[in-house]
């Protein structure tokens, strides 16, 4: 069975700085793209990062580009999201989840995040003034 847990989300000031994490299991690491998506308070769902897990190729929407970090440590099959200069508008749940394949980044380019296999369930983040 495919699990993703994320978790680190919280309470934050405008400027801050908050790590999330997403642990997976249940599939072969190496096979899968993770990404990190977010619906914020009457938005649609959106995506914000990805990374291959093969090679750790990594794609950034421009509204969190410079930044937003994601790595992963293959070793935990962990794959964290570190968040800077927080703004008002960063708020929402976000969700990782994990998509079959290997994306170039010529596909992160021209499609942005690829839909996803597997979510797991959101995290809270809340940034305030």
């Known amino acids: 069975e495919v699990q993703l847990q994320a978790s680190g989300g919280g309470l934050v000031q405008t400027g801050g700085s908050l790590s999330l994490s997403c642990t997976a299991s249940g599939f072969t690491y190496d096979d899968y793209a993770v990404c990190w998506f977010r619906q914020g308070p009457g938005k649609e769902r959106e995506g914000v990062s990805c990374?291959?897990?093969?090679?750790?190729?990594?794609y950034y929407e421009d509204f969190v580009r410079g930044r937003f970090t994601i790595s992963s440590d293959n070793t935990k099959n962990t794959v964290f999201l570190h968040m800077n200069s927080l703004k008002l508008e960063d708020t929402a749940v976000y969700y990782c989840?994990?998509?079959?394949?290997?994306?170039?980044?010529?596909?992160?380019?021209?499609?942005?995040?690829?839909?996803?296999?597997?979510w797991g369930q959101g995290t809270l983040v809340t940034v305030s003034s």
């Open positions: 990374i291959n897990l093969r090679d750790g190729t990594t």
């Open positions: 989840a994990a998509a079959a394949g290997y994306f170039d980044r010529a596909f992160y380019r021209n499609m942005g995040p690829p839909m996803p296999n597997y």
